[in-house]
């Protein structure tokens, strides 16, 4: 069975999207796996390509390789919870979503989770307790300086634009979801997901809190939850004036994403 990832900016709904998958009969997801990326610095350096092809392995070959390690990882963790098929949920991935393209190839599906961005940016300003420089997002300070709510939506932009840009050149590879949806009409919105991934629709997974899941980092919060409950507008506790300029900022990417018309 084809391979998968849920890809999606940080607190964007991922873990809990993570559950609802691993409760499915056939498909296993781990925790946070994280190894990929390390595995991309090796596939993106030509100092180790180089040394690679002196010993015969050209691009292809290195490709190959890397395939077969990464999936006999994801398919030993399938097949030791008795499950068909593997899916990861890891954020960072967005960075390398090209990446595994090349090395898990056609056959390998893409759930593209989107969220409201001011909510993002509230959640991640909470959560790194307002101080971006432990956060995804610290390359922006300097841009939004003492705004960790704007620094935290730049990132929330850069990475949107990243997935939209690979969902527009694999579409077939791609099924958007969008958090607000999902998580507050789980009923309605799920069940076309999994039609994508070909498999059956199993009312279980509406429960996914009735069954035993691996959890890694991050994952607390979605582990006392006991349902779907969407948490959304967070941000319209901002000052109004911050709030505009937000919406200036991230307008055209929320446009594009159907939340701005």
Known sequence: MPPGFI???YRSGTTLLRYVLDSHPNIAVPPESNFLNGLASL???EWYRKGLQGMGVDDQGLQRHLRRFAGALFDDYAVAKGKQRWFDKTPSYVDIIEFLHAIFGEQCRYIMLYRHGLDVANS???MYENDVNRGP???YADQYPGAPHLTN???WMEQCEKMLAFEAAHPAQCFRV???EYSAEPARYLPPLFEFL???WDPQ???FYKQQHDYGLQDYKAEESKGFMPNTGTYQSWPEAEIAQAMEIAGPTLKKLGYLS
């Open 7 to 9: 890809v999606g900016v």
């Open 43 to 45: 596939h993106g350096d």
């Open 124 to 126: 991640m300003s909470r």
């Open 137 to 139: 997002g610290k390359k």
């Open 153 to 155: 939506l730049r990132y």
């Open 178 to 180: 969008k958090y607000e």
């Open 198 to 200: 070909d498999e059956a």
């Open 205 to 207: 997974v509406l429960e």
